[in-house]
Structure formats: C-alpha cells, structure tokens
C-alpha cells in the first residue's frame, strides 16, 4: 500500500480524535462511491487505506476502552475487506457506526449517509 504508507505515528497523533475518524470517514466514502461504480479493485485500495489509518489511530490512541471499540470496528472493515461481492447495507452501517464515535463526526451523517 502506497498511499498513506509514509504516515507516521506521530504524525497521526497529531491530529485530534474527531479529524482522525473524519479522514478515515473521507475514506469510507470513497469506499462507498466505488461501491456504486462496482469499482472492486478501486474499493479493495479504498478499504486498505481505511485500515492503515485505523491502526494509526489504534496505535496511538491512549484511551483503552476507545482504542477496544475501534479494534471492534476493524474486525468490521477487515469484514469488509475480504468479501468476494461489495454489500452497501454493510458498508453504510459500519460508515455510520464509525461516525457515531465522536460527537463532531456524528454531525456528518445527514450529509454522508442520506
């Protein structure tokens, strides 16, 4: 994986919690945009990079119960990540459950997710 590969975690850190689940729900719509486009490799790298920048987040996240719910949320995307045939029900719960882990973020779901 190329894209976000230089990335580091201190880097990562240096956003704030709500940036950090935005950019990776910047990624899931992108993921969801390929899902209608039926792009399957394009969705493939969209899911990647949705994984890179969880475990950035993971790995520099201090707060043990929030850092278990986004391992929860990975099992999700790796889900996701795996299967032969895209499902968009899947996808839009698993985006809007992302979502739902910040307040700010949580603002976003009647723009992303209509």
Do not use: C
Not at 54 to 66: F, P
Not at 84 to 94: I, L, W
């Amino acid at each position: 994986m190329s894209q976000h590969s230089s990335l580091s975690p201190e880097r990562w850190a240096g956003f704030g919690l709500d940036q950090q689940i935005l950019m990776i729900g910047n990624e899931m719509n992108r993921a969801k945009r390929l899902i209608e486009l039926q792009d399957l490799p394009g969705l493939s790298l969209s899911y990647e990079r949705v994984l890179r920048l969880l475990d950035l987040t993971v790995e520099v996240q201090r707060r043990s119960t929030l850092r278990r719910e986004l391992l929860r949320w990975r099992d999700l995307i790796a889900d996701l990540y795996i299967r032969q045939e895209p499902d968009p029900s899947d996808h839009t719960a698993a985006f809007r459950s992302l979502l739902q882990l910040t307040p700010v973020a949580a603002q976003q779901i009647p723009f992303v997710l209509a």
